[in-house]
């Protein structure tokens, strides 16, 4: 009868916990490997060297890379959460 309570094949087999063990860094866009990265996205669906972290707000890593990516781009600053909120009171205390 096989031992089931010896783990230590599964874990080695299991991809959905290779995958959490993966390495994974911010996207920079200045950054030429990051660049590269997401190249082979764009081409192949797959990530390359280097693969990133999903950040607030975004809710996958796809979104998150391209968002980041386009504003480098454009030079635009995504507005953050104290700027929001400062402005939205200021424009209730003027109503």
């Known amino acids: 009868m096989p031992n089931f309570t010896d783990s230590s094949d599964f874990l080695n087999r299991a991809t959905t ?42 809710t996958d890593v796809p979104t998150t890379v391209m968002m980041k990516f386009t504003g480098h781009i454009l030079g635009a600053k995504r507005e953050t959460a104290e700027v929001r909120i400062n402005r939205r009171l200021s424009a209730e205390a003027v109503n």
Do not use: K, Q
């Open 17 to 58: 916990l290779r995958l959490a063990a993966t390495n994974r860094t911010t996207f920079d866009p200045s950054n030429g490997d990051h660049l590269e990265s997401l190249r082979s996205f764009i081409n192949t669906g797959n990530w390359g060297t280097v693969m990133f972290h999903c950040e607030y707000p975004f």
